[in-house]
């Protein structure tokens, strides 16, 4: 069940380089795996990550489309609820 899954107006090129943008701000591991209209976000297999995510960001109608699985509460959250 996904922590949180919302949608955003931005594309997803916009709303990817929002994300990226404020992990980076905060210090938090990321990496990007393509996919089919969109890709996954994670921070999968990363030092000192305090609790492993996957987001995963789709284009949507007029925007893009992302959900985040984490187990627990995850503060990749604010960097997406940022971004929206």
Do not use: I
């Amino acid at each position: 069940m996904p922590l949180l899954e919302t949608g955003s107006g931005k594309p997803v090129a916009e709303f990817s380089a929002c994300f990226v943008s404020a992990e980076e701000r905060r210090g938090r591991a990321w990496a990007y795996m393509p996919g089919k209209n969109g890709g996954t976000f994670t921070d999968f297999g990363a030092r000192g990550a305090p609790a492993t995510y996957w987001l995963q960001v789709r284009a949507a109608n007029a925007g893009t489309h992302a959900r985040l699985l984490a187990a627990g509460s995850s503060p990749v959250a604010e960097s997406v609820e940022q971004c929206r």
